[in-house]
């Protein structure tokens, strides 16, 4: 039997876990009531979450997340996925998808395997009737599957046994309401300014402003003479890219949703980059059979499932060719750098693979369908558009020749 001394302690020790506890749940509970009004990474809609902070929210540090949240946020029925490519370029809001609820999901620095992975997402909670997937030459040959401080294990794409602790780290957790504070002072702050990220999930704003050239040379080519060395090192094909290729096919056939694959563009001047450092397959072919390979292999195992395009946007079409700006203060129109072209490029790739008429007369040919059975006439078709090059835009080539070189001494 406890003593009058021994229960005079713990009516103190109870008084003092109250003073802790309590305070504390407040505190939890206001914050999880602001995170969830807020929303600022879209995970937590609740019936209380003001629409007011939709152009606010500050995505562009966290994407994996922000994406899934955007499928948790809205109600879709096409998404577009894919890199940083597809990220800028391809618009959800064109009055050409004629009333279709399109969300851009694409990741910046995104892979094959993460592609998979928010196409399973978002297949698992919205019902999809289309998907078109931005597929990047030099991905399928890439060993990094998920890229390292991309933010993708803390978000709802990775499989994770510890689901319920995650979604009450989104709902209360420090990380979230650091996210809710700066989406406030992007609405209310003295300085309000809205978010790189459209409400559909397209990066939109707070793009770099820089003159092409000068993209070109401080960053474009740098990245050209990286992976002219990692491509002299090896050329396999990794088969767990492959594996993720097979994955979104089968994932599309079981769920009927309707595929479209694209390889996006680069600029010319990017291009003849990889030719001048000798890459050893400067057209990419070893990556353009991987991806057909795959493809032909599914239509011969399921000859009965709905035919899957693959367009090919990657040459020196005059669209790709665009002339580099005079140095100064001057952009590009279709054109942000070397890799990532502009929604005004974008809309024209919608246009063609949709079969949506085309705006641009001069991208009235712009891509061609690609298989097993037309990659060799297609790479002769990216030979022969680079010879063309040298010939027609002589200045811009000497130009690049010019900068490659700086990568030699």
């Known amino acids: 039997m406890a003593t009058p001394s021994q229960r005079s302690a713990g009516r103190v020790s109870r008084r003092y876990f109250l003073w802790l506890a309590v305070p504390f749940a407040v505190v939890m509970l206001l914050v999880s009531l ?74 910046r620095g995104g892979t094959l395997n993460e592609h998979l992975a928010m196409l399973t997402y978002a297949a698992n909670h919205q019902k999809l009737d289309l998907a078109i997937i931005g597929i990047d030459l030099a991905d399928v040959t890439n060993p990094v599957t998920i890229p390292a401080g991309s933010g993708f294990e803390e978000s709802p794409l990775a499989e994770s046994n510890d689901e319920v602790e995650r979604e009450l780290r989104y709902i209360s957790g420090v990380s979230t309401f650091v996210q809710t504070v700066k989406c406030l002072n992007y609405r209310y702050g003295k300085k309000p300014r809205l978010a790189s990220y459209s409400r559909e999930g397209q990066w939109v704003r707070q793009l770099d402003k820089r003159p092409l050239r000068q993209v ?69 072919r070893t990556d353009r059979l991987a991806f057909t390979t795959v493809l032909a292999e599914e239509a011969a195992a399921h000859p009965e499932g709905p035919k899957v395009e693959l367009w090919d946007f990657n040459d020196f079409h005059p669209l790709n060719c665009e002339p580099l700006p005079p140095d100064g203060d001057h952009f590009a129109q279709y054109w942000a750098d070397g890799t990532h072209a502009l929604p005004s490029l974008g809309k024209t790739m919608l246009s063609r693979m949709m079969g949506w008429p085309v705006e641009d007369p001069k991208g009235a040919d712009y891509g061609e369908k690609l298989d097993l059975s037309t990659l060799d006439t297609r790479i002769q078709h990216i030979a022969d558009g680079y010879e063309r090059y040298k010939l027609e835009h002589p200045e811009d080539y000497k130009w690049v020749q010019e900068n490659m070189e700086k990568f030699d001494r």
């Not at 809609?45 to 899934?68: C, E, L, N, Q, T």
């Not at 618009?91 to 009333?99: A, H, I, K, M, V």
């Not at 396999?236 to 769920?255: D, F, Y």
């Open 34 to 107: 602001l995170n969830t009004w807020v929303n600022p990474l879209w995970l937590t809609p609740a019936p209380w979450s003001d629409p007011g902070f939709a152009d606010y929210k500050p995505i562009h540090k966290y994407p994996r997340s922000g994406k899934a949240g955007i499928v948790r946020s809205g109600t879709w029925d096409t998404v577009m996925l894919g890199s940083s490519r597809v990220d800028i370029a391809f618009d959800p809001t064109l009055p050409q998808w004629q009333g279709r609820k399109v969300a851009n999901l694409a990741l």
């Open 216 to 284: 070109l040379e401080k960053e474009s080519f740098r990245w050209v003479d990286i992976f002219t060395r990692q491509r002299k090192a090896s050329l396999e094909v990794k088969t767990p890219k492959t594996n993720a290729l097979h994955g979104i096919l089968k994932l599309c056939r079981e769920k009927n949703i309707r595929l479209i694959l694209c390889i996006p563009p680069n600029h010319a001047a990017y291009l003849t980059g990889f030719r001048l450092k000798h890459d050893p397959d400067p057209c990419f």
